[in-house]
Each structure stands twice: as C-alpha cells, then as structure tokens.
Antibody, heavy 120, light 107 residues
Framework: EVQLLESGGGLVQPGGSVRLSCAAS????????MTWLRQAPGKGLEWVSS????????YYADSVKGRFAVSRDNSKNTLFLEMSSLRAEDTALYYC?????????????WGQGTLVTVSS | DIQMTQSPSTLSASVGDRVTITCRAS??????LAWYQQKPGKIPRLLIY???NLESGVPSRFSGSGSGTEFTLTISSLQPDDFATYYC?????????FGPGTKVDIK
C-alpha cells in the first residue's frame, strides 16, 4: 500500500523558512517522480513543484520559483521541500504526492498534508 | 502559463441526474488532462487521466472526453457519494495548472 507522510509544517513568520519532509513507502520510491501541491484554506488546488526520480530535473510554479527548492533522498525514501522568504499567501496545506507513472502532473496518491501558516 | 477555466462554478443536481462539467484550456494541451474529486476535509481523488482514462477503482458512471482545449467530465447517474467539488488539471506544460473547481451540490 502506498503511503506518504508529510511533516514539518507549522507557524512561520513572514520572511522565514521551513523544510517539509515526506516519508514514502509501499512503492519503489527511487524510480518514481514526485510532486508537491498545496491548497490554501477554503481555496482550490495548486501544483507547486515536481522532481524526477534521479533529481536531475525539477519544476516549480512561478509563484514559488526562486524561493522553494525540492529535493529527495532515495536512500531514505524521503522527499523534501525547502521553503524560504515565506509570504502570507504561502499559507496552505501542503501535499506530497506521487503522479501516475510517466507523468509529473496527474496524481493518484496523496499524503494527508501538512499545514504551513505564515503569520506574525 | 496555461490557464484553465471550468463551468459551471456551481451545479445543483438530484440523485440520478446526468451531470456534465466543462473544462477549457487557454491553449492546446492535447489530451494531457486529469479530473479530480474532492470532498470537504478530504484529500483529492484522481478520477480520470489523459482526458478519458478511468483511474483504477473509479466507478464507471464517471467518464471524460475531449482534446485540444475543451474537455468534459460526465457523471451518467449522480449518486449521493458524488456531491463534491471537481477540479480539472492540465499536465501538458508545467506549471501543471488546475481549474478553479466545480461544486456539485444537492438540488
């Protein structure tokens, strides 16, 4: 059974930084592309970032480019999202997700999410 | 970035109704389109990928069609479990943008 467990969220001051982690199990993590998405309270879904299985390719939404960095440790089956220069509009539930094979976008497995609140 | 729109934004329907939701892309995305269902307080669920492919475990009353810039999600006979918000997402070109959602509620 695919399991994705996010951690690292919490209350962060504007301009601050936080690192999200996602522990993956139940599939061959090292062969899988991975994706982060987010959902602001009461709002719709937003794709944030994706990374190839070997980390040689990364993609970012324009809204986070230059401030967020996605990475992974295949030896530990863990995905990361390093978030810096945080803004109030980054407040959201952040989901770690596994896209369907061969895709970065269509996601068929989701974690439960970790909430990041950016506020002073 | 490719912009995605959905219509209607809200849809009131009854159990047993045939329901159609439309999603439009600002430029051609071939068939690189997914549909998701999300209920309040729950994680999204993939229903359809590549415009018309039913994800494993999704009831056959859900179907998708379209290519290029116009797509539809159809629920052939609405069931009580189907009252939710539905999102389309293009994954032809990053950023893999979502539509704003269509809320299907009880008439």
């Amino acid at each position: 059974e695919v399991q994705l467990l996010e951690s690292g969220g919490g209350l962060v001051q504007p301009g601050g930084s936080v690192r999200l982690s996602c522990a993956a199990s139940g599939f061959t993590f090292g062969s899988s592309r991975m994706t982060w998405l987010r959902q602001a309270p009461g709002k719709g879904l937003e794709w944030v970032s994706s990374i190839s299985s070997s980390s040689d390719t990364t993609y970012y939404a324009d809204s986070v480019k230059g401030r967020f960095a996605v990475s992974r440790d295949n030896s530990k089956n863990t995905l990361f999202l390093e978030m810096s220069s945080l803004r109030a509009e980054d407040t959201a539930l952040y989901y770690c997700a596994k896209p369907i094979t061969g895709s970065y976008g269509a996601v068929n497995y989701w974690g439960q999410g970790t909430l990041v609140t950016v506020s002073s | 970035d490719i912009q995605m729109t959905q219509s209607p934004s809200t849809l009131s329907a009854s159990v047993g109704d045939r329901v159609t939701i439309t999603c439009r892309a600002s430029q051609s995305i071939n068939t690189w389109l997914a549909w998701y269902q999300q209920k309040p307080g729950k994680i999204p669920r993939l229903l359809i990928y590549k415009a018309s492919n039913l994800e494993s475990g999704v009831p056959s009353r859900f179907s998708g069609s379209g290519s290029g810039t116009e797509f539809t999600l159809t629920i052939s006979s609405l069931q009580p479990d189907d009252f939710a918000t539905y999102y389309c997402q293009q994954y032809n070109t990053y950023s893999f943008t979502f539509g704003p959602g269509t809320k299907v509620d009880i008439k």
